[in-house]
């Protein structure tokens, strides 16, 4: 099971960004997939996730109606789409995924870096 982030950058507030997660050695159709930032210094939070059928979606209030998580089963990619950004924003960001009543599943992967600033 191996996750990969990409899509962070250095982006100016109010901007946007989408990252991408691509996910390997499972089935992606079965699980749910979470997304996860670690702001520096600080522990790792829960930004947001969406459920197996794409239907169901759950965020934390801070990025409520800003980022939006969609996936794509056949290319084996969970997207996140941050809009409005904000400087407590910065942070690494992880996805990872986690079967329906049960934990997480696999290694924490490398994150990428999203950082808010002017």
């Known amino acids: 099971v191996q996750f990969v982030e990409s899509g962070g950058a250095l982006v100016q507030p109010g901007g946007s960004l989408r990252l991408s997660c691509a996910a390997s050695?499972?089935?992606?159709?079965?699980?749910?997939m979470n997304w996860y930032r670690q702001p520096p210094g600080k522990e790792r939070e829960s930004v947001g996730r969406?459920?197996?059928?794409?239907?169901?979606?759950n965020y934390a209030d801070s990025v409520m109606a800003r980022f939006t998580s969609r996936r794509d089963n056949t290319k084996k990619l969970v997207y996140l789409q941050m809009n409005n950004l904000k400087p407590e924003g910065t942070a690494v960001y992880y996805c990872?995924?986690?079967?329906?009543?049960?934990?997480?599943?696999?290694?924490w992967g490398q994150g990428t870096q999203v950082t808010v600033s002017w």
């Open positions: 969406i459920d197996t059928t794409c239907r169901r979606t």
């Open positions: 990872r995924a986690r079967y329906p009543g049960a934990g997480d599943v696999g290694s």
């Open positions: 050695g499972f089935t992606l159709d079965y699980y749910d």
